[in-house]
Structure formats: structure tokens, C-alpha cells
């Protein structure tokens, strides 16, 4: 936390389980208004948890989750969890985050209004009467990013929100990330990617159930750090600055020599 | 003509009439949510566990709205506490539930006798027994879901369409699901009579599948699927009446045919909007069965 930074979200010692099984172990973290942060960890590690715990849909069972008064929270699922053949349209979906506020069902001209400010931010302004599965990659994730930003929140919580996109999608999301950050949005969010994705944050939170490890991709994406992480071997490279992370495979007798079969 | 009008000369007619439009109309909207929710084998089972209800309600001398009622939103509150659990299968609950409350009524029948409403009826729809009254309570209750479905329009959509944000957005998906298993309950119950236990959850599920192929948009689905059940039903009726079969399956018919139809004219469009085009998606049109993850690369 850098000095004058507004905190939204502390966790002091937070543990949470999933059926008596530990998922969150004593996690310390601080997010605050000025936050892009990356959490990084392997399958099952306890980041959709996290996030969950940010997003107050999962209380810890021991520990404290203390968040700023009025805090207003967006989420933006994985690509895996929404169905896209659900007839709604870019409009309807978007205006879901007006659920409180009005009873009735069709909305009003200044909610519109808002909804249509929201998706021109985003360039989709023209896709407003299109269902949600015509769209391509980077599309349908600004549709859920709009969402999010119709409920004017202050942080921004992305669940995995990249994982399998392809390269241009994942820059056209990055870069939108980047400006939603500079206009004063903290955002954190989940990713398997350490290269496309975690590398290019300037915090990056390493989990595997604990805190393995939190500060610049420099600082986190390190040898040691990554293996108690992922319980792998990995090597760094650094090319521009940036660290790049590699697998380490080490050839046994008994497998395969990756490099001479070229598999 | 003559022929086609006589029938509107008979009370017993008339009342099944205005009973089956509703019912369809009010099937057709609550399939809406049950459809695109995943719902069809539990519409399928809570009409089941309904008739144990009825049973003893017959048996009691107990208004079966009221009787039957009681059960059912019971059962429809079970079986949404089941759903939640994740310890057993949510459609392994429900077949336990559902099919045990059916077999009580069975029961009840073979050890005290028919008593009461037609057990014929219950199981297979009949406009025979339609009276005043059930025009009354099927107006009655169509009234109370649609001013449900009205003024919980937008928490409706957003815990149908997406749970977990909707929860962490403020809606209180538990309630809102527990108000639709009581919907439900509440229209399979003004529905038992005409449809029948047995076929009512075709007459939820077909209306709001064939408006699905018709829109991508969901409030035009709720109207569409409204309008095609209460087709179905003024229709079925009608033909029930004159092919001398039962008002449930002519009813039900009815529908099956505006499916193949809908199926015919758009079902390779569907298909393909359905599929994504290349995008290796599942080709299922509705329900949470096709939760695959489209290409990231789709144009």
C-alpha cells in the first residue's frame, strides 16, 4: 500500500473452507484505490475464493474482512460460467446491473441513457440490440466489464476473465483494463496467464491457499517463488524488462525427451 | 361452422375453455423461467408430487386448492433446499422427493378409495369437472404470478441469467428462487385440472422452447411464450372437445405440433446461431446444458 493510497478492502488472517477443507489460509492483503493487481496461482488454489471473499459472496470462517463504508464492488465472471445461449441482448445484459432502485421491469430513460454512455465508453454502443453470443471474444467481455461499470464501482474484481482468448482479444482487454485503471478504477483480477496477462501488471499476488509471495512481476515471477506456488520448476528469462516465464522440464530416463521428438 | 360453435352452447365448455386458455398462458410464462433455468425435470416433478396432495386432500374432505396447495409449495420449497445442497445430486433429490409424493398418492387412493375429484382427471386432464370456481382460481392465480413476475421482473432475469453476480450485486437469489419454486407450485396446481399431472410439464416447457427459437430477446420470449400457451390451450381445447379425447394430451399436442413447426422454419438457423457457427459450442438451444465455453476467436 503506497502512503496517501484510500484502502477499500483489508483482509486480516482470513481463512476460509469448502467442506471442512481449507481453501484460504491466514491471508493478509490490502487493496486499495489505486490497485491492478493480478492474483496468480494454480487450479484449485483459492483464487475464485478470494475474490469471492473481496466480493462478500463467501465469509471467512476465521479472520476479518474490513471494507470501506459505501464500497461499491463490480464483477466480472469467467467466460465459462455464462451462458451464452440465454436470449438476452448486449442491452439487457448490460442493464442487469440496474436491478435495485426501480420496480418496475422496463427501464427508465435516464437508466438507458446510462447504460448507452457505458457501452459507448466501451465501443459496443452499436451492439446494443445484439445477443450476447453474436459477438466476438473481446466484445462479450466489454459487454460484462459494462455491467460491472454500470454499477459505478470502485473496485473491480475479474474472475479468469482472459482465460482462453486469443491475443488480440487479451490486448484489446488489457489496454481497456490499463485506461479503466488511469480513470481511477482498482482492479483486481485472477489469471492462469503469467506471461500475457500476470507479467504485464504492476502487482501480482502469488496463492496457492497461502500467500506465497506479492509485490512487481519483477519481484514475484521468480524461480523459487513459483515453484512453491505451482510445486514446478520454472526458469525466468527477462527480455525487455519483462520477465518471461518458462517450464523447466528435466528429461528422466523414463519420459520423453520433449526437445528431440519436438512434442 | 354450426359444428365448430356448438360446443360454446355448453357451460361445462365454456368454464374448460377460459380455464385451458389460462392455463396455458400461465404455463407458457412460468416455462420461461423453468426453461432457461434448467428447470423441465423439476416442473416435471413437483406436478407429480402434487398429486399426493390432491390425494389426501381428496381423502380429508379438504379444498384440493388449499390441500394440494399446502403440499406442493411444501414440496417446491424441499426441493429448492435440495437443489442448493451439493452433498447428493440435485436431480437424484428430486426423484426421491417427487416421485415418493406421487407414489403417497397412489397410496392414499388404492387404500381408501377414489374419493372426490376425478383421479382420472388429475392424472390426464379433463374439462369435465371445470366449474365457476376453477375459472375464479386460475384467474385468481394467473393474476398473482403475473404481478410476481412483474414486480420481480429485474431480480427474476438476473437470477436466472447469472446467480452468482446477482447475489453479489444485492439480489437476494435464495428468496427469488424460493418465489419461483412457489410460482410454480402455484401454477401447476391451476393447472393440474385441465392438463393433468402427467403432461403439465410439456405445456411448461414446449411454449417457452418454441419462443426461444422465435427471439434472442428475453422479454419478447415472455410474451411470446404466453401468447403460444394460451394458443395451445384455447386450441387443444377446442380439438378435445371434438376429436372426443382428453383436454391434456390434445392440449399438449397442440403445442408439439407449433414446436415442429417453429423447428421447421427456424430450427437450421437456431441450429447454427445455437452452435456459434465453428465455434465448437454444444448444439442445444436452451438450459444450462450448454454452459461450453464459445471460441474466444469467434469474429
Known amino acids: 500500500m503506497i502512503e496517501g493510497d484510500a484502502e477499500l478492502v483489508r483482509l486480516d488472517r482470513v481463512t476460509c473452507s469448502y467442506g471442512g477443507q481449507p481453501v484460504l489460509v491466514n491471508i493478509d492483503l490490502t487493496f ?13 488454489s483459492g483464487k475464485t475464493t478470494l475474490l469471492r471473499v473481496l466480493l462478500g459472496s463467501v465469509r471467512p470462517i476465521a479472520g476479518h474482512v474490513h471494507r470501506a463504508k459505501g464500497l461499491r464492488v463490480g464483477y466480472v465472471p469467467q467466460v465459462e460460467a455464462v451462458n451464452w445461449s440465454f436470449p438476452v441482448t448486449v442491452a439487457e445484459c448490460v442493464l442487469m446491473a440496474r436491478t435495485s432502485g426501480r420496480v418496475l421491469p422496463w427501464h427508465s430513460k435516464a437508466e438507458r441513457a446510462e447504460a448507452s454512455e457505458v457501452l459507448s465508453r466501451l465501443g459496443i454502443e452499436e451492439l446494443a440490440s445484439r445477443h450476447i453470443r453474436e459477438l466476438s471474444g473481446g466484445q462479450q467481455q466489454r459487454v460484462f466489464i459494462a455491467r460491472a461499470l454500470l454499477g459505478r464501482p470502485q473496485l473491480l474484481l475479474m474472475d479468469e476473465s482472459t482465460s482462453g482468448v486469443d491475443v488480440r482479444t487479451r490486448h484489446e482487454v488489457l489496454h481497456l483494463l490499463a485506461e479503466l485503471h488511469r480513470d481511477g478504477l482498482a482492479i483486481v ?11 504485464h501488471l504492476p502487482h501480482l499476488v502469488c496463492l496457492n491457499t497461502e500467500v506465497l509471495g506479492q509485490g512487481s512481476p519483477r519481484d514475484v515471477l521468480t524461480p523459487e517463488i513459483l515453484e512453491r506456488t505451482y510445486g514446478a ?27 528431440r521428438t519436438g512434442a | ?12 365448455f365454456r368454464n374448460g375453455l377460459i380455464v385451458a386458455t389460462f392455463a396455458g398462458a400461465l404455463c407458457g410464462l412460468v416455462g420461461v423461467y423453468v426453461v432457461l433455468k434448467g428447470m423441465s425435470y423439476i416442473g416435471h416433478g413437483l406436478s407429480h408430487a402434487i398429486f399426493g396432495g390432491f390425494a389426501a386432500s381428496a381423502l380429508l374432505g379438504v379444498n384440493y ?10 414440496s417446491a420449497l424441499m426441493i429448492n433446499r435440495v437443489t442448493r445442497r451439493r452433498l447428493i445430486g440435485a436431480d437424484a433429490a428430486i426423484g426421491v422427493i ?30 369435465l369437472g371445470v366449474s365457476r370456481s376453477d375459472v375464479y382460481a386460475i384467474a385468481g392465480i394467473t393474476a398473482l404470478v ?6 420481480f421482473y429485474r431480480p427474476l432475469l438476473f437470477t436466472t441469467f447469472d446467480p452468482e453476480v446477482a447475489e453479489a450485486s444485492g439480489v437476494r437469489t435464495e428468496r427469488i428462487d424460493a418465489l419461483l419454486m412457489g410460482v410454480l407450485a402455484a401454477s401447476i396446481l391451476a393447472t393440474m385440472q385441465i392438463l393433468g399431472v402427467t403432461l403439465i410439464a410439456a405445456s411448461l416447457v414446449i411454449p417457452a422452447t418454441v419462443a426461444r427459437m422465435l427471439t434472442n430477446s428475453f422479454s419478447r420470449m415472455l410474451y411470446l411464450a404466453t401468447g403460444i400457451g394460451a394458443f395451445t390451450g384455447f386450441a387443444g381445447m377446442n380439438l378435445s372437445y371434438h376429436l372426443d379425447v382428453q383436454s391434456g394430451p390434445t392440449v399438449v399436442l397442440v403445442g408439439a405440433v407449433l414446436f415442429a413447426l417453429a423447428f421447421a422454419f427456424t430450427g437450421s438457423r437456431s441450429l447454427r446461431h445455437t452452435t456459434g457457427r465453428d465455434d465448437g459450442r454444444v448444439a442445444l438451444p436452451i438450459g444450462r446444458s450448454d454452459l461450453t465455453q464459445p471460441a474466444r476467436d469467434a469474429p
Request: proline share 3%; net charge negative.
Open chain 2, 146 to 151: 403475473v404481478a410476481v413476475i412483474f414486480f
Open chain 1, 233 to 259: 520448476k520454472m526458469q525466468i528469462l527477462e527480455h525487455g524488462g519483462m520477465p518471461i516465464v518458462l517450464d523447466h522440464y528435466e528429461a528422466a530416463h523414463n519420459t520423453v525427451d520433449f526437445r
Open chain 2, 98 to 127: 417427487t416421485t415418493a409424493s406421487f407414489a403417497l398418492g397412489l397410496a392414499l387412493f388404492a387404500l381408501f378409495g377414489r374419493r372426490g375429484r376425478s383421479f382420472d382427471a388429475a392424472l390426464f386432464g379433463s374439462i
Open chain 2, 65 to 74: 386448492l388449499l390441500g394440494a396447495g399446502v403440499w406442493g409449495v411444501a
Open chain 1, 32 to 44: 486499495t484505490d489505486r490497485q491492478f493487481s493480478g492474483i496468480v496461482g494454480p487450479s484449485g
Open chain 1, 189 to 199: 483480477l485472477t489469471t492462469h496467464d503469467l506471461n500475457g496477462i500476470a507479467a
Open chain 2, 1 to 12: 361452422m354450426d359444428e365448430l360453435l356448438r360446443p360454446f352452447d355448453f357451460e361445462f
